[in-house]
C-alpha cells in the first residue's frame, strides 16, 4: 500500500493572498491588482495540475479581496465626482 504523496500549495495563490491583503492595508491599489491578477494565475495552474496543486481557497480568496476593493475604489471615485460635481451645479445655479 502506496502512501500518496502530499499535495502543495501553489505559489500564485500564495502571492494572491497576500497580494489582497496588501490591498487592503499597505499598497491600496496596486496590491488589489495583483491580487486579482496572481489569483486567475494561481487557478488556471490548479486547474492545470491534475490534483497535484493546492490553494484554491487562497486563490478565491485573493481574487475577492482584490476585486472588493477596486470595487470600492471605484464607488468611492464616483461618489466623489458626484459630489463636487453637485457642488459646482449647485453654486453655477447660486450665481
Known amino acids: 500500500m502506496s502512501i500518496p504523496a502530499p499535495r502543495q500549495t501553489s ?4 502571492i494572491a493572498l497576500v497580494a489582497g ?10 496590491g488589489s ?4 491578477i496572481f489569483g486567475h494565475m494561481a487557478r488556471g495552474e490548479i486547474r492545470r495540475s491534475n ?3 493546492d490553494g484554491d481557497g487562497l486563490a478565491i480568496t485573493g481574487l475577492v ?6 470595487a470600492l475604489w471605484v464607488l468611492a ?3 466623489f465626482i458626484l459630489f463636487f460635481g453637485g457642488l459646482a451645479w449647485l453654486a453655477t445655479l447660486n450665481a
Open 33 to 36: 491588482l495583483g491580487g486579482i
Open 21 to 30: 491583503i496588501l490591498g487592503w492595508t499597505l499598497l491600496p491599489f496596486l
Open 77 to 79: 471615485i464616483l461618489v
Open 11 to 14: 505559489t500564485y495563490a500564495v
Open 65 to 70: 479581496l482584490g476585486w472588493v476593493s477596486v
Open 51 to 53: 490534483g497535484r496543486l
